[in-house]
């Protein structure tokens, strides 16, 4: 997508470095990923949780939210885990009362992954501290910045999800 200079003419996306390489925000995202992933570390092994629990409950709670129904499959599949893998995944947070496995009345075969209140409280207090931070670095842009970065990051989301799935199938 071309942007306007001041000048009102449109000039093209930014490219790489002047160095060759990747573009300084390419170079921000990989930090803000880094970062995201040592905040969560260190914040889930206070509460005796893994990086990849903490990312089922957010499957679960996404799915959740669009009223989708989540079974072990789709566990499997949007966390890229082995059957074994994830069974033992389901099991630790059955055990440790983050959810609980609930049969559809329709097909009782089906096993549904459902949240507890628990998962919900200790969420809160694994990743309020980061919101709060972030809502507080929000507050010093204003409603079109945002909506230009909220743009931008779902493109990014778009272009990684892309990227995985070139990745899989060659």
């Keep these: 997508m071309a942007v306007n200079d001041p000048s009102g003419a449109p000039t093209p996306p930014p490219g790489p470095a002047p160095n060759g390489g990747p573009h300084p925000l390419v170079r921000l995202l990989q930090e ?63 055990s440790s009362g983050h959810v609980v496995r609930e049969r559809q009345s329709s097909d ?37 910045e945002l909506e230009t970065v909220s743009r931008f990051m779902t493109a990014m989301v778009e272009a990684t999800v892309a990227a995985r799935e070139e990745s899989s199938a060659g």
């Design 32 to 94: 803000f990923t880094l970062e995201a992933n040592r905040y969560v570390d260190a914040a889930g092994g206070r509460k005796d949780m893994h990086r990849t629990d903490l990312n089922a409950l957010a499957v679960i709670m996404r799915h959740t939210a669009k009223g989708s129904v989540v079974t072990p499959g789709v566990l499997r599949k949007e966390l890229n885990l082995s059957s074994p893998a994830t069974t033992a995944l389901i099991d630790r947070l059955d």
């Design 108 to 144: 009782r075969r089906q096993v549904q992954l459902k949240m507890t209140p628990k998962a919900y409280q200790e969420g809160g207090a694994i990743f309020g501290p980061l919101a709060r931070q972030m809502g507080t670095a929000m507050a010093n842009f204003s409603e079109e």
